[in-house]
């Protein structure tokens, strides 16, 4: 089991709403990425925050924020939510300028959209 | 536009079977290739490769990947029920475009009957 924690795991909005799913990273990581997993999909990266910036953002639209905190947890928001954000979100967290080195990923936060 | 794509998207094997997993990808200055096992939530990792024709083993599990041909194999050996998982297939382009970003393939479903 890693060190990234997610919360909540299960989430339930009605259409229009906002969200915030939180995230803790792993201890000695300082990069944290969202990921969104539809049904059948694989990952689609979101954005990536790397000292309390955002460091890349994916295909996704504006109502999709987030910020990471000095402790380098970080949170995603999600406005005006549509039914096809329901999905698992992932949250990674890295060491970003380290060698080559894997993402460790949460559990996820499953949230449906209805 | 950068692609990873998984195949079989679905596979169903009797304990003891020995299934071959692929992965091929177009990505624009490639860094790395990882394969995670995802059997719930969280993806959990496998392998990761940087260099064609060197061979990672843990177990009952092997990985190898071709850096002229664009791909990457997962043999998984003596199958059991508990390998039954999602395996994604990412890759991680070279620093100076976004650090960090995985782009995942749809991944593979594999199901092992006992």
């Known amino acids: 089991e890693t060190g990234v924690t997610q919360s909540p795991t299960h989430l339930i909005k009605t259409r229009g709403q906002q969200v915030t799913l939180r995230c803790s990273s792993q201890?000695?990581?300082?990069?944290v990425s969202w990921y969104q997993q539809a049904l059948g999909q694989g990952p689609q990266f979101i954005f990536q925050y790397y000292r309390e910036e955002e460091n890349g953002r994916g295909n996704f639209p504006p109502r999709f924020s987030g910020l990471q905190f000095p402790n380098y947890s970080s949170e995603l928001n999600v406005n005006a939510l549509e039914l096809d954000d329901s999905a698992l979100y992932l949250c990674a967290s890295s060491l970003l300028g380290a060698p080559d080195t894997e993402a460790f990923f949460g559990q996820g936060t499953r949230l449906t959209v209805v | 536009e950068d692609k990873v794509v998984q195949s079989p998207l679905s596979l169903v094997v009797h304990e003891g079977d020995t299934v071959t997993l692929n992965c091929s990808y177009e990505v624009t200055n490639f860094r790395s290739l990882l394969w995670y096992k995802q059997e719930k939530k969280a993806p959990t990792f496998l392998f990761m490769l940087t260099s064609s024709g060197i061979e990672k083993k843990s177990g009952r599990l092997s990985s190898i990947l071709d850096k002229k041909e664009l791909f990457s194999i997962l043999n998984i050996t003596a199958t059991q029920t508990g390998d039954s998982a999602i395996y994604l297939c990412?890759?991680?382009?070279?620093?100076?475009?976004?650090?960090?970003?995985?782009?995942f393939g749809r991944g593979t479903q594999l199901t092992v009957w006992p």
């Open positions: 990412a890759v991680v382009p070279s620093r100076g475009s976004t650090l960090g970003r995985l782009y």
């Open positions: 201890s000695g990581h300082n990069t």
